[in-house]
């Protein structure tokens, strides 16, 4: 059971969606959506363009044991797109580690925090962006896509916030049982043995390891496991 909220402007939901902490005792899951963010964060210190009320500004905190925290990434990542996935005519494809691409062009991000208590995790917050019913883009029109523009169709916004959540959950159950399949995160990545960009040199992914790594071999033959590195793509 989990309790999900909404707001019509805020900062950025990762940060508001910790004002419920207290509520998280009796519930398995927080969840907060934004029609606006003033500041929407982005991975690695960007920002993400939240202004359109089009889209979707979703943020989950949860209390869940997670042993592996590259996990929740992937988790995250593959319940995006399975719901995405329902969408008639769209093909959504995952870039390392979590970016939702769809034709060349990005459909979504994740931003995933984690808190602790020492060196136990105590909580962590997972941010979704996803550009849904935006007809245009302020700054990255060249670069990002949205579900309407790919498809010329508008869709329910809540409906699809429900079942990402619900998809989350039952992924992060699964993970729990050991029934989580690292194939379904695998699968779904566009760029697996392809020539990419890691650190400014040419370098060839070659899969994910089963603890969420992606192995790259570089230019001397030598393997290399990246956590949370970026890669560039030249598409
Ligand atoms: C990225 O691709 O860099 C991650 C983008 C994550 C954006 C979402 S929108 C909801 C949540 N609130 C934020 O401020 N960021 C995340």
């Known amino acids: 059971m989990g309790l999900l909220f909404h707001k019509d402007t805020v900062k950025s939901t990762n ?18 959506y934004s029609d606006v963010q003033e500041a929407g964060r982005g991975r690695l210190g960007r920002t993400w ?4 009320d089009d889209n979707i500004y979703l943020s989950i905190m949860m209390k869940r044991k997670i042993e592996n925290i590259n996990f929740l990434t992937i988790i995250a990542g593959v319940s995006v797109c399975e719901v995405l996935e329902d969408i008639e005519g769209l093909e959504p494809k995952i870039k390392w580690p979590n970016d939702i691409f769809v034709n060349g062009k990005k459909l979504s991000g994740i931003l995933t ?7 136990t995790l105590s909580y962590f917050v997972i941010g979704i ?7 245009s883009f302020k700054d ?3 670069i990002a896509t949205s579900v309407y523009k790919e498809t010329k169709k508008k869709y329910d916004k809540v409906e699809i916030i ?6 989350l959950n039952k992924n992060i159950d699964k993970y729990g049982n050991k029934e989580f399949d690292i194939q379904a995160y695998e699968k779904r990545i566009f760029h ?7 650190e400014g040199e040419k370098v060839l992914t070659k899969g994910i390891d089963d603890i969420g790594n992606l192995i790259v071999e570089n230019q001397k033959g030598e393997e290399l496991k990246l956590t ?6 030249k598409l």
């Open 140 to 142: 990255f029109q060249d």
């Open 15 to 32: 940060t508001s969606v910790k004002e419920y902490y207290d509520l998280l005792d009796k519930n398995d899951y927080i969840a907060l």
């Open 162 to 167: 429900k079942k990402i959540i619900d998809q």
């Open 192 to 198: 697996l043995k392809r020539e990419v960009y890691f």
């Open 113 to 119: 925090e984690c808190s602790y208590s020492g060196s």
């Open 129 to 135: 962006g996803v550009n849904l019913n935006n007809e």
């Open 49 to 52: 363009e939240s202004l359109s």
């Open 228 to 233: 949370f590195s970026e890669i560039s793509i």
